[in-house]
């Protein structure tokens, strides 16, 4: 994991300026424009040098910012004004923590931050697993549910009376993908056209359930997450996720039998 620290020292330096507001120091009126940046006043940039370090403050700024909110999210509180202390001594030479305790420390935060959320991400995942659990043994007790060996749960809607795919085959399908608490993660009906895909290159549960439809046919599939995405963890899919597929199967490759309902 990378450090949330590491800064340069010229972005120390322009933190430095921030930590000093309060000190108010008497200015010559050249120095006037910079006292109104510090007063919050408007800011008039004399040159290119100076509008860029004003850039470089800003952006220094919203990086630290951002550098001591995340630990936050995991109970990890870091003090703004110890930071912007340890910036004024370590620009007056006047540091109390020496080099390897400066980098002991930040390791010792990364390695904290990412204990975290590591035990936030296996109890979240376990979570996702026990609520599929439940959801698919509720779904099993509907009427007209079928299980397969692998665990697989279809329940069909319209049977089709075209041919059934193989699994080296490619297809044409509409779909709709969702979570079980109804969130949709995909659907080729919001794009307005079918998804054509060899069926040895999706997911296990894709690959078996298809094969049971034939051309025509409208199948519901519960699928638990080994036959799915497993503990693979992303924005719109949690690890450890059941996932529910409305799918129609359209046509087969190189099948001009249309699907007949």
């Known amino acids: 994991m990378k450090s949330l620290f590491k800064v340069s020292l010229l972005a120390a330096t322009v933190m430095l300026a921030v930590g000093c507001q309060k000190e108010e120091p008497k200015v010559e009126p050249a120095a006037q424009e910079q006292v109104q940046a510090e007063t919050g006043k408007a800011v008039h940039f004399k040159t290119e040098d100076d509008k860029a370090a004003y850039a470089i403050g800003v952006s220094f700024a919203n990086y630290l910012s951002t550098s001591i909110e995340k630990p936050a999210e995991f109970g990890i509180e870091l003090k703004k004004e110890l930071v912007l202390k340890g910036i004024e001594q370590a620009f007056a030479g006047k540091a109390e923590l020496t080099e390897d305790e400066v980098r002991a420390a930040l390791e010792g935060l990364d390695k904290r931050v990412a204990e975290t959320m590591q035990k936030q991400s296996q109890e979240k995942a376990a979570a996702t697993k026990k609520a599929g ?6 779904f099993e007790k509907q009427d007209g549910v079928k299980k397969t060996d692998s665990g697989l749960l279809y329940q069909v809607e319209t049977e089709g009376t075209g041919e059934q795919p ?14 079980i608490d109804g969130t949709q993660f995909d659907s080729s009906y919001d794009r307005g056209q079918p998804a054509t895909f060899p069926l040895n290159r999706v997911i296990p549960g894709w690959t078996e359930g298809v094969q049971l439809m034939k051309v025509g046919s409208k199948y519901k599939f519960v699928i638990p997450p080994e036959l799915a995405y497993g503990e693979q963890d992303t924005p719109t899919i949690p690890a450890n996720s059941t996932l529910v597929f409305e799918v129609e199967l359209l046509k087969i490759d190189g099948d001009d039998a249309q699907a007949t309902q």
């Not at 659990?133 to 509720?138: C, E, L, V």
């Not at 080296?168 to 779909?175: A, I, S």
């Open 133 to 138: 659990d439940d959801f698919r043994a509720d």
């Open 166 to 179: 193989k699994e080296t085959d490619t297809v044409e399908v509409h779909y709709k993908g969702t979570l």
